[in-house]
T-cell receptor, first 112, second 113 residues
Framework: DQQVKQNSPSLSVQEGRISILNCDYTNSMFDYFLWYKKYPAEGPTFLISISSIKDKNEDGRFTVFLNKSAKHLSLHIVPSQPGDSAVYFC???????????FGAGTQVVVTP | EAQVTQNPRYLITVTGKKLTVTCSQN?????MSWYRQDPGLGLRQIYYSMNVEVTDKGDVPEGYKVSRKEKRNFPLILESPSPNQTSLYFC????????????FGSGTRLTVV
């Protein structure tokens, strides 16, 4: 049973616009949430994280929002660039040493 | 360059023939882990290790073994591979567990026929 769900397998967005990726989770014990980005033929790369004591974390064009009551987090990419075309994985952990549970991923395509 | 190195990148093998996928990191990370990626399922953890000689099962450990005799190496062993272990495998390491962000290797595409 997947505890982390990304219900949108794909997302297409125009260059310069905002990309919004969504992630839902079922385990209320998750304490840390992370986003990874993956290009074809490469391993995932860490993008941004947020702990459960925060509701927002920003890093340049990337912002992650956490809504604990709804068990929902989202990743905003503003503005979207062609290099952002990749698969994005949402992940969660119950503690700093715990295993990461990953979602199924969302394929983002940024069009000119 | 800080990295996680997996070998081989691609492997085709037959059912039942033991194989080892190697993983090495040069960042002095305590925490290492193996994941497999399958369509529609994302990445699922196979095994992880918090330090030398300390390993534990992840979500899908059946059919796999690991060892952590040295800090830098964390090989994945398939004693008797089966076709349902055909997958894309990733090794990852981290300074302090999942919350600090993993560094992933480039992946090993395994096909068991």
């Amino acid at each position: 049973d997947q505890q982390v769900k990304q219900n949108s397998p794909s997302l297409s967005v125009q260059e310069g616009r905002i990309s919004i990726l969504n992630c839902d989770y079922t385990n209320s014990m998750f304490d840390y949430f992370l986003w990874y980005k993956k290009y074809p033929a490469e391993g995932p790369t860490f993008l941004i994280s947020i702990s459960s004591i925060k509701d927002k974390n920003e890093d340049g064009r990337f912002t992650v929002f956490l809504n604990k009551s709804a068990k929902h987090l989202s990743l905003h990419i503003v503005p979207s660039q062609p290099g952002d075309s990749a698969v994005y994985f949402c992940a969660a952990s119950t503690d700093s040493w715990g295993k990461l549970q990953f979602g199924a991923g969302t394929q983002v395509v940024v069009t000119p | 360059e800080a990295q996680v190195t997996q070998n081989p990148r691609y492997l085709i093998t037959v059912t039942g023939k033991k194989l080892t996928v190697t993983c090495s990191q040069n960042m002095n990370h305590e925490y290492m882990s193996w994941y497999r990626q399958d369509p529609g399922l994302g990445l699922r953890q196979i095994y992880y290790s918090m330090n030398v000689e300390v390993t534990d099962k992840g979500d899908v450990p059946e059919g796999y073994k690991v060892s952590r005799k040295e800090k830098r190496n964390f090989p994945l062993i398939l004693e008797s591979p089966s076709p349902n272990q055909t997958s894309l495998y990733f090794c990852a390491s981290s300074l302090a567990g999942g919350s600090s962000g993993y560094t992933f290797g480039s992946g090993t595409r395994l096909t068991v026929v």
